[in-house]
């Protein structure tokens, strides 16, 4: 948009006393920003509007992305980079006295996801946005976004994370669009109409937060529900202390525990409630512009993102059934038509079942829809496909109902996120369905948001492609690969190596203020950050990190390739495992950063609470990208396309993403080590991995693995002994022993190889340059063509808006 400095400092001053009555210059930084943040989108507000009219004038398909999570990250930069004045924002603050970072850095991020699955949906807003697809979100708006992670003496505390403090400048509450979601109570059937007594109503509020698009392409909606009392229960004086208490419990937490009934229950009228509002809403618009719902297919696209908006697949069909009077028969192929799913596991533990009892007496109708859904099933497919394969794909089983087979049964379109991950869901953990309806099934490779990662958080490197290569990869990210021109420039290396320098600097001054660590930053940045889980194997880094403190102890005088190995992950708070594993790396980092045969060549740093914001400051400052997961169980992984993105050297099991990687760049610009898929399979198939007897026969691995419980270690008796017996007693579910020795040969490839700075960046570069196909963009481009079936609008062509201000 075009605004002109002094514009903008004097709008931002006039806003600032507007809220606050006070000087700009006076206010705190959070008061600062939440005035710069709610001035950014009073910038964008009137053609958010516009948009929205717009999309519905035109009739343009609109798609619906349902997701119980989102990471959206901070949200000023981003968006100032997107409407194109983040210059101008960041110039003008510097005038008026104010510290842009400090600013920056005042808002609280909003953690409302917890990993990749949030982080791609957020991904995925900004891609459709700045391509000009109508993509929305719809989600939940909880008080409390993941816990804020402290650890304490080497543990992980949890602590509330209050996101919402201070406000959010960027959403607006509508209340105009508030919906009822009915729960519990008795439903009957009058004929065919569904008579509903004594149910607990609840409120669900909209909040919308714009989603901008790269040079304002459009202004798209995240809008997530609030769960409030109904105003007329309030009026009347009807609703009781603990109908407020059970409302506000609906929105309060993400990921509530589930380890109980209750937790369970709260866990499924989330799912339920976020889910009706949104399609009540989506349906409710529709009506408004009488548009009959047997073409809502051909208007509008829901995905559901993971199975926990699946019950979007029945609760379309109720409002079909009992609100637009349709048949079955004619709701069910519209709702088939207008879902889709996306699967983002293959933990089997991960796949959400419900126990019957529960959902019957959560949402009665619901369940009626639901056992219909079921016997139609069955009644219909097993003359086709015999009784084996129908009983498996069924939705109710043995009084469960399982979530993806009505995600599957209910959508036109089910995809994996990676190559390998949705020829597993074919091939094994979705067998039936394919086998059944092998048309369904389909690959969408994840993607990342390039503006993000790099526009943003590594301005440097921005500004060294395109002094290279010209502008177009910014909306052309494929067209990175004309860096490869480049890979044996000199200059450009060493400026690529600089840049690199100076992040790792950023990144070591953020160490040291946190973690009171001062790290080498001549050392390899060795960086692994994602959730802590067994699969991902942050224990088979550990074992590594053992085994070079043993060669240095062993050979002070070697000459030995300083690293200092960086952590960020948390753990979910009752898994013990995960817990321990954090704790154990604490108190081995404690050792190995106090013990002189260490110092500056072997440093161990734990970043506490990881998340979205700090991703943007490590990624950039990452030589080494640790991909480490069992082949065939992470389902693609993004932390890998990021830092590969930022020029960090991928190293990696043949697993997710990995995979995608290793064919654009190939063996020769990553380290892949580790067991294949296929071998995994074969060692299960056979049960022929007995990590005991490898454990005894091999000195090096038994070594390193008694010191988690030998003393080597202090403070560790409990948690290295929790490690020690799922590597030895449990048999190494994982096979962080037998990927052991492939492991740390591949690390000392890259260790020698870091030595010859000249090849280390020319590998950095082609990574860089082989980037462009894991953009975000691309992603949402083959969802919009292949499964919504959506177009982007015409683009204009003089990218500005005009403001009133
Ligand atoms: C997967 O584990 C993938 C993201 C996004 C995660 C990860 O490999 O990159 O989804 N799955 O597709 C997940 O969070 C609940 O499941």
Redesign the pocket.
Known sequence: MNISKEQFKDDYQKAFTNMYASTLEGGSSTQQYTALGTLLRSYVAEYWRDERERYIKEGQKQVFYFSIEFLPGKFLENNANNMDILDIVEEGCKELGLDFDEITAAEAEPAIG????GR?ASCYMDAGASLGYPLHGNGIRYRHGLFRQKIVDGYQAELPDNWLRHRNAWEVRDHKSSVLVRFGGNVYLDGFHPVYEDTDDVVAVAYDIPMIGYHLSTVNTMRLWSAEVPPEEEEEGLASKEKYEAVDEITEFLYPDDSSYEGKLLRLKQEYFFVSAGIQTIMKSFKRYQISPKDLSEKIAIHIN?THPALAIPELMRILLDEEKLTWDQAWEITINTCAYTN??VLRE?METWRCDMVKKLIPRIYMIIEEIDRRYVEQNKPIYGDELVQSTRPIQDDYLHMAHLAIIGSHSVNG?AGLHSKILSEDVLRDFSEMTPHKFNNKT?GISQRRYLHVANPELRELISECIGEDWLTNPASMKVLLAYQNDQSVLSKLADIKHQNKEKLAQYIKENNGIEVNTDAIFDVLIKRLHAYKRQHLQLLHIIHLYFYLKDNPQADFQPRVFIFGAKAAPSYVFAKDVIKVINEVAETINNDPDCKDKLQVVFIENYGAALAELIIPAAEISEQISLAGK?????GNMKMMLNGALTMGTLD?ANVEINSFVGDENMFVFGLRKEEVDRYNERASYNSKDLYKSDAKIKRVVDSLVDGTFPRIQIEGQTIYDHLITHNDEYYALKDFHSFVEAQEKAAKLYKNKDEWNKKSLINIANSGPFSADYAVQRYASEIWIAQPKAMRTDKSIVTSH
């Open positions: 917890n990993g990749g699955l791609l993971d983002h596991t991960a996120v994840n992470e389902a693609s992984g993004t997710g």
